[in-house]
């Protein structure tokens, strides 16, 4: 649009010209030319700072923008942060709990391995008092055996003993034989009866004896089986 005005001033101008004007007209002229290239400086001048003020208004946008963008970011990064937090405070919790519950877990396998160990105590104890109750039963059979044995053998002693002086006084005194006849046969009934009944009582303890051997054999088969069994549950639990 300038440059067409322009057109249309210098054509005017030319149309205007006459030789004896031409001095003045180019003096104005140059003073139009001049003033309106200032004007046409000045627009220029005026439209690249409404284009950099433009521009400068785009830049604010743009940077509003990012600003606004980049504070949601840091919003949406502040609300992830926290709740990465309370996760990692459950996290924290339930870790706390299973841990609890693991030293719950411990303390009662320890306690029940406590108690299967005690209980493994007192059945050796047991088992242990069995078997010196035995020893001491099979010790004194053996004692009352060797009693028995031993009063067997000096009442046998004593019996030939009385027999050879028995003899000496048949051979000093034949009155007394009958008598002494009588009283050996006599004491030989009475031996006779007396080894039967020792026989008998020593069979009566022999059966108590393997009875009662019988039982603590039954009742420590009990006991080691339960033993085992328990032994076993305890494998499992463990």
């Known amino acids: 649009m300038l440059k067409k005005r322009k057109k249309i001033k210098r054509k005017k101008t030319n149309e205007a010209i006459s030789l004896e004007k031409l001095p003045h007209t180019l003096s104005k002229f140059y003073k139009k030319y001049k003033k309106q290239k200032e004007i046409d400086d000045l627009r220029k001048i005026k439209f690249q700072e409404r284009k950099e003020a433009k ?93 028995k044995l031993k009063e067997k053998k000096e009442n046998r002693k004593k019996y030939k003993e009385l027999k050879l002086k028995t003899q000496d006084e048949e051979k000093q005194n034949e009155q007394k034989e009958i008598r002494i006849k009588e009283w050996e046969r006599k004491f030989e009934e009475k031996q006779k ?30 006991l080691e089986k339960e033993l085992a069994s328990r032994l076993e549950n305890f494998e499992t639990k463990h």
């Open 55 to 147: 521009n400068i208004i785009q830049e604010k946008k743009k940077l509003t923008l990012r600003e606004d963008k980049i504070a949601k970011e840091e919003e949406r990064l502040i609300l992830r942060d926290e709740e990465l937090k309370q996760k990692e405070n459950e996290i924290k919790l339930k870790g706390e709990e299973h841990r609890k519950k693991d030293e719950d877990l411990r303390l009662k396998d320890s306690d029940l391995r406590r108690k299967d160990l005690e209980q493994i105590r007192k059945d050796k104890q047991l088992k242990l008092k069995t078997e010196e109750q035995k020893r001491k039963d099979i010790d004194l059979a053996v004692r009352e055996e060797e009693q």
């Open 193 to 222: 009866l007396k080894e039967e009944e020792e026989i008998l009582k020593a069979e009566k303890i022999a059966r108590k004896l393997q009875e009662r051997t019988v039982l603590v054999d039954e009742k420590q088969d009990e």
